[in-house]
């Protein structure tokens, strides 16, 4: 008899990442397509959960699975975590399943079980979590209501500095030249011709590691990164303040595909963090978020969180 296995799951919105291990050892590693319900639907994140289980059990003798934690961008929304508990305990067959925004696996990661996760990829969002069990979710609006900071943000802001500068409109940028290659254009306006253009969320906030490249040599697009980096220090700093008060130091586990260490955008944001009021410790976390997934499963189920007040529960449907 096998012994039982163990599931961390990171279900971003660009990359869904599965990490299986049995009580104490990582066996298998499998990726597949972003997992985003708000993105992809329910549907799309069966199967991107799917696939990317598959391929990390592919070499594996089939064997129990005991808890299958999930982190999810887009989770917290009313009702949301409930549907996706169950399409993922349908899907995966775990004994136990636990779904948590997306950020927690990243404190995990870290080895905290309290702190500040900041996640900026495709979209953008916070979570915080006190010692004593209390946590609150900030941002994660979707690209249509917010996702300010995010890939998304910055290639909109870009694309349309672009735009702009191609009028006359606005000042002269290297975007014009880079954006128009990235798109396989030999001229701007032909993207008016193209009906695929933003059918993507993904693909157009792919368009934001560009800029981040060029934001050190160019005045736009360096004022584009250092509006988003704005936008996460608020992000960060809202959610501090509501949920930790005055408060010596607070880590802050910064991750997601824009966050790299060294990137512009990495750089800007620990400028800010460092000038804050607030006292801040900004951690880069050595192991990626489905590690921290795979050790949040194998500590077990956990206690239901006591939830902070904020735009989703009030103090009437705290659980």
Not at 56 to 76: C, F, H, K, N, T
């Amino acid at each position: 008899m096998h012994e039982r296995r163990y599931l961390g799951i990171d279900a971003g919105g660009s990359t869904t990442v599965c990490m299986v291990g049995d009580g104490t050892a990582t066996l298998g590693r499998g990726a597949a397509a972003g997992a985003n319900p708000t993105l992809v639907g329910i549907d799309g994140f069966r199967a991107a959960i799917v696939a990317a289980t598959t391929a990390a059990l592919r070499d594996l003798q089939p064997a129990p699975i005991a808890v299958a934690w999930l982190g999810v961008a887009g989770s917290e929304r009313p009702g949301m975590r409930d549907e996706l508990q169950a399409v993922a305990a349908e899907a995966l067959g775990a004994e136990d399943v636990e779904i948590s925004h997306d950020a927690r696996v990243l404190l995990a990661a870290a080895d905290l079980d309290h702190g500040i996760g900041l996640v900026a990829g495709t979209g953008s969002s916070a979570f915080g979590r006190t010692e004593d069990g209390r946590e609150l979710s900030l941002g994660g609006w979707g690209y249509l209501l917010g996702d300010e900071g995010s890939g998304y943000d910055i290639a909109v802001r870009a694309l349309r500095a672009m735009t702009a500068a191609v009028d006359g409109r606005g000042p002269g940028t290297q975007l014009v030249e880079l954006l128009a290659e990235r798109l396989d254009v030999a001229d701007p306006r032909e993207l008016l011709d193209r009906r695929d253009l933003g059918s993507s969320v993904a693909e157009v906030a792919s368009l934001a590691k560009s800029v981040l490249e060029i934001a050190d040599t160019d005045r736009v697009a360096a004022s584009i990164v250092d509006s988003a980096a704005d936008q996460l220090v608020t992000l960060v700093g809202t959610c501090a303040g509501r949920l930790f008060g005055p408060r010596v130091s607070v880590p802050v586990v910064l991750a997601g595909g824009l966050l790299g260490t060294g990137t512009s955008l990495h750089r800007r944001l620990l400028e800010r963090l460092e000038v804050d009021p607030m006292t801040y410790r900004p951690i880069t976390p050595t192991r990626e978020p489905a590690a921290g997934a795979l050790a949040l499963a194998r500590a077990g189920p956990r206690e239901p969180p006591i939830n902070h007040p904020n735009v989703f529960e009030t103090p009437a449907t705290q659980r």
